[in-house]
T-cell receptor, first 115, second 116 residues
């Protein structure tokens, strides 16, 4: 049959507003998490990462929050700009430091920034 | 800034034909990966490669797939007999060390494979 792609969740924000993108992960054994940004026609680009022994990590304009109790990860982008428009993926790894280098990607969220 | 480069950017092939997708990882990186993304879907892990051998592979990476690092700079993915469902964007990635904090995997821009 025809391969129908998943419908991406979409977050539409005004330029200058803060954005919050959410991700639910499935594997309670995952101990390392990464947020990637994917612009149209390009490969995933690393934004920020966090280990399971942390619940918050901040970068430049971005913050990642991890709630292991409910297996939830979020990415906060401050003062969202048109250049932030992209698909954002969370990715998890279950073998921090060596057991596995495989990244398991989530479905993705399309962030649309309105000028 | 160093980057992972992939060629070609788009490959069209007939079903049953062999294709080779090429990648030049970042020069001092030691770990190499292939991922694929079917249009509109998740990025899926295919295989990881270290020290000239496969270190891990997914269920997708069956006997039709193979990887090679023929000359110390290129990293290739070969699909022996392509099927329609192999149509996807294929991403090569590399990392300096094993995946961990402060060791990110850098992705190439992808090769779009279309099997007709």
């Amino acid at each position: 049959g025809e391969n129908v792609g998943l419908h991406l969740p979409t977050l539409s924000v005004q330029e200058g507003d803060n954005s919050i993108i959410n991700c639910a992960y499935s594997n309670s054994a995952s101990d390392y998490f990464i947020w990637y940004k994917q612009e149209s026609g390009k490969g995933p680009q690393f934004i920020i990462d966090i280990r399971s022994n942390m619940d918050k990590r901040q970068g430049q304009r971005v913050t990642v929050l991890l709630n292991k109790t409910v297996k939830h990860l979020s990415l906060q982008i401050a003062a969202t700009q048109p250049g932030d428009s992209a698909v954002y993926f969370c990715a998890e790894n279950t073998g921090y430091g060596g057991a596995t280098n495989k990244l398991i990607f989530g479905t993705g969220t399309l962030l649309a920034v309105q000028p | 800034e160093p980057e992972v480069t992939q060629t070609p950017s788009h490959q069209v092939t007939q079903m049953g034909q062999e294709v080779i997708l090429r990648c030049v990882p970042i020069s001092n990186h030691l770990y190499f990966y292939w991922y694929r993304q079917i249009l509109g879907q998740k990025v899926e892990f295919l295989v990881s490669f270290y020290n000239n051998e496969i270190s891990e592979k997914s269920e997708i990476f069956d006997d039709q797939f193979s990887v090679e690092r023929p000359d110390g700079s290129n990293f290739t993915l070969k699909i022996r007999s392509t099927k329609l469902e192999d149509s996807a964007m294929y991403f090569c990635a590399s990392s300096l060390r094993q995946i961990q904090m402060n060791t990110e995997a850098f992705f190439g821009q992808g090769t779009r494979l279309t099997v007709v």
